[in-house]
């Protein structure tokens, strides 16, 4: 705290705007007036911005009021970690006075310790019946809340963070309980090839990740592993030393964009070559690789409607297209260029190999899922031919026309695939909520 403090002290004299960033109320627990004593001492202005301390929002997101006309009109917060700079810092009769006289007890930090602060109340009087909520992780989706009595609540299943509320409000959250997620407890499998070990979250990372914030248990299920094409990266390197001088540049995936950058020069151009991408999901990805946006966002975001959007190849000029994509992609788009003209070379920026080991099979996870994502027409393929996804009850929730059109083909029931509008992360989760609500 002392070097928090001096740090404070020293780039405010610098003249800087200083963010001292909290959770919850600075002020409660959060040794902000400690701060504020070291910048008034060391003459430095500064202000203070209220939060929302934990001791209030947590119990409000497990139907617990602090005060309630007939049961309380007194609130006590309480830490429940002993630190010995601080002499006195919990006088527990004191707070068992303040709990048998029909008060709220709040105790922050207090997992570890619940066990003694228990006994310390309950040696001072306090009933061991006394009603307590623990709520861990609150207001967030892995908000877990646990009932139980002070006589019991060393034995509760209580993970920090945890704000613990002892007295007679606390049975209120037996009635007005109202935080549950839309997808809480449903088993969610996001099949997804891996990354590629880049910095940012894949594809199937950010879809869990989402998934996730509605309550939902994500298993993650690698369908395959990005990796090489089978000649090594020569089409992609020669497809970069040529893209300048095609007439467009086409980018079926955010994989294909991921590669393609990551094999090409820093100071990369794509001269009077025009760019087109399939969805806006690729287009976002290209713009953050390039720091430019693409010419041409396909939309709906299939090969066809790409190819479509192109038009016809012109009279005079050149007609190259090189078409970035996985080495066994589908041949739509090239198919669909040619058709009108271009001269279209399919460009192999990476391939999926065999996703690795698994002590769980395939099988077992698509078994035990109430929903299952399908991110591309190759993870499809994988959860039918690895994932008994065809025996299998579970709805799939497909990114886009072609992953849907490869379930069909398999023979999986129109009535199980719940397409997304998009393969916008946002509408993959829309459409889990509509499959499972």
């Not at 497990?62 to 601080?86: C, E, F, K, N, Q």
């Not at 020069?265 to 990805?285: R, S, Y």
């Not at 012109?314 to 788009?333: H, K, N, R, Y």
Request: some cysteine; glycine content about 10%; hydrophobic content about 45%.
């Amino acid at each position: 705290q002392d070097e928090i403090n001096e740090l404070l002290v020293d780039r405010g004299k610098q003249g800087l705007t200083v963010v001292r960033l909290k959770g919850g109320d600075p002020f409660v627990f959060g040794r902000g007036g400690e701060e504020c004593a070291a910048l008034a001492a060391a003459g430095v202005p500064f202000e203070v911005v209220p939060g929302v301390t934990s001791a209030s929002a947590a119990p409000a997101y497990a139907g617990v009021p602090l005060t309630y006309r007939g049961l309380s009109s007194s609130v006590t917060i309480v830490t429940g970690r002993d630190d010995s700079t601080t002499p006195n810092e919990a006088d527990w009769e004191a707070v068992a006075r303040m709990g048998m006289g029909g008060g709220t007890i709040v105790v922050l930090m207090g997992a570890a310790g619940r066990d003694e602060i228990a006994h310390n109340l309950m040696d001072n009087g306090l009933d061991a019946a006394t009603p307590v909520t623990a709520v861990t992780w609150g207001t967030r989706p892995e908000q877990v809340t646990v009932r139980t009595t002070l006589g019991g609540l060393g034995a509760a299943d209580v993970n920090a963070p945890v704000t613990i509320v002892i007295g007679a409000v606390a049975a209120l959250a037996d009635e007005l309980a109202w935080f549950r997620l839309p997808l809480a407890d449903k088993r969610i499998v996001v099949a997804a090839p891996s990354g590629d070990g880049a910095a940012e979250p894949s594809f199937g990372e950010r879809i869990a990740a989402a998934a996730a914030r509605t309550g939902a248990h994500i298993t993650p299920l690698v369908t395959g592993a990005r990796v090489s094409p089978t000649d090594g990266g020569a089409a992609l390197r020669d497809a970069i030393a040529q893209a300048r001088s095609a007439a467009w540049v086409t980018f079926a995936s955010v994989a294909s964009v991921e590669a393609f950058a990551s094999a090409a020069p820093h100071t990369f151009a794509f001269g009077d070559a025009l760019v087109a991408v399939v969805g806006v999901t690729t287009a976002d990805a290209f713009e953050a690789a390039f720091d430019r946006p693409a010419d041409l966002v396909a939309d709906p975001p299939n090969g066809a409607s790409l190819a479509a959007a192109v038009g016809d190849a012109p009279d005079d000029g050149s007609t190259t297209v090189l078409v970035i994509g996985a080495e066994d992609s589908t041949a739509d788009l090239p198919e669909g260029l040619r058709v009108s003209g271009w001269e279209a070379t399919p460009v192999a920026a990476y391939r999926l190999g065999p996703p690795p080991h698994s002590e769980v099979p395939a099988r077992d996870t698509v078994d035990g899922a109430d929903a299952v994502v399908c991110t591309s027409s190759s993870a499809a393929t994988f959860l039918v031919t690895h994932g008994g996804l065809i025996t299998a009850t579970a709805p799939v929730v497909a990114i886009g026309p072609s992953t849907a059109e490869t379930l069909a083909r398999a023979g999986l029931p129109p009535a199980r695939v719940v397409p997304a509008a998009s393969p916008a992360v946002t509408d993959i989760v829309d459409a889990l909520l509509t499959c499972l609500s």
